[in-house]
């Protein structure tokens, strides 16, 4: 049984905001978002954090990354965006599933 949230907003046992899905990626509103725009960008596979990647998901991250500004781009944040990727307990990771914080706009984060 998994626990993973968001292998479970990946299978569509609970809700997301969607805001982009392919194959590989899914992109979706944080919960809880730290500024006016926060989205996050999660592998569908379950890779629990970036020290957990390998060569073999190189393009997948690349993919991943190369989302950030164009779903930036499409939620008016046309003056920038920050984008973060706690990694492990000691980086701030709360969700063991990797994802991109992608957030901008008003109110912005203290992180
Ligand atoms: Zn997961």
Do not use: W
């Amino acid at each position: 049984m998994n626990e993973c949230v968001f292998c479970k907003i990946v299978d569509g046992e609970l809700p997301s905001r969607k805001v982009y899905e392919d194959e590989e990626i899914l992109a979706f509103h944080d919960i809880s978002p730290l500024a006016a725009v926060h989205v996050l960008i999660i592998p569908k596979i379950h890779i629990t954090s970036l020290a957990d990647c390998t060569s073999k998901h190189q393009d997948l991250l690349g993919r991943m990354l190369l989302l950030a500004p164009r779903l930036a781009k499409e939620h008016g944040l046309d003056t920038g965006f920050r984008t973060i990727i706690n990694t492990g307990r000691g980086g701030g990771q709360t969700v063991f599933h990797l994802h991109i914080n992608m957030f901008g706009g008003d109110r912005p984060a203290q992180a």
